[in-house]
């Protein structure tokens, strides 16, 4: 009887257990450093991966806190159980894969030339990318300076520190195209600063957004992955991508 009486009661408060988990805020880690992605905006976390923030609060059941960390920081804070999640406009790559699962992606896009609008003529054909001699800008240990070794190996290379500091050399005539993020494409139209520049919007290579969360816990990724599936059906998810990013390509 007492085996019986110990074992409903063990059961119990696993399922209380459970439940208060399920309660508790979920951390959501973000490097609030690009547009439209997650930005600062008044002290708030903004953009895109706020909205799909406050569709999981809604959706989980469960406060959706954010917390600014450096990128840097974003996958050792999982694995130290300091956040729950980053959402941060991650791409999936091997070497975070060896750090962290992923959930099902919900973005596919890819590295993007930008140009001075002056000089779209130029670049009409995608192939003139490729010309020798071409003063091509990327960032530094970025995917855009791997793209750049590994396809315009006769291009006339010139590294920078970030991206703004690409788009200031593109602006000053110092290079003639800059091979960079995506999420850089996409903010070009919402900073006034960057008016002569624009995007060919041809990805150039293939990545995936998607959320991270630690390997110690498969169970939020699952339910992380139950409400993509969910949200990808619903209007909201196309409205929310429409609002923040302009040209795109969608994820299958």
């Known amino acids: 009887m007492w085996k019986s009486v110990v074992a409903s009661l063990t059961g119990l408060l696993l399922c209380v257990a459970s439940a208060v988990a399920e309660n508790k805020p979920l951390r959501v880690g973000t490097a609030a450093n690009q547009q439209p992605l997650a930005y600062l905006a008044d002290g708030a976390v903004v953009g895109m991966e706020a909205d799909f923030g406050r569709v999981l609060e809604s959706q989980l059941g469960r406060k959706v806190v954010f917390q600014v960390l450096p990128e840097a920081e974003l996958l050792p804070a999982l694995e130290r159980g300091e956040v729950d999640v980053a959402m941060s406009g991650l791409v999936i790559t091997p070497a975070r894969e060896q750090l962290t699962d992923f959930t099902l992606p919900y973005l596919r896009t890819g590295q993007m030339a930008i140009i ?19 003063r091509t800008g990327f960032v530094l240990n970025s995917a855009g300076a791997d793209y750049v070794k590994a396809q315009m190996n006769s291009a006339a290379p010139q590294s920078c520190n970030d991206a703004p500091e690409c788009l200031q050399a593109l602006l000053d005539h110092r290079i003639d195209v800059f091979i960079g993020e995506a999420a850089v494409s996409w903010s070009l139209a919402t900073q006034p600063r960057y008016g ?36 990808k059906q619903q209007p909201l998810f196309e409205h929310i991508l429409n609002r923040w990013i302009p040209v795109r390509v969608a994820a299958d």
């Open 116 to 134: 001075r609008t002056d000089d779209v003529m130029r670049f009409q054909n995608p192939s003139r990318l490729f010309q020798p001699g071409l």
């Open 196 to 231: 002569a520049l624009m995007s060919l919007y041809r990805p150039l290579t293939e990545e995936f957004f998607a959320w991270a969360v630690s390997k110690d816990n498969p169970q939020l990724r699952d339910q992380l992955n139950q409400t993509l599936r969910f949200m």
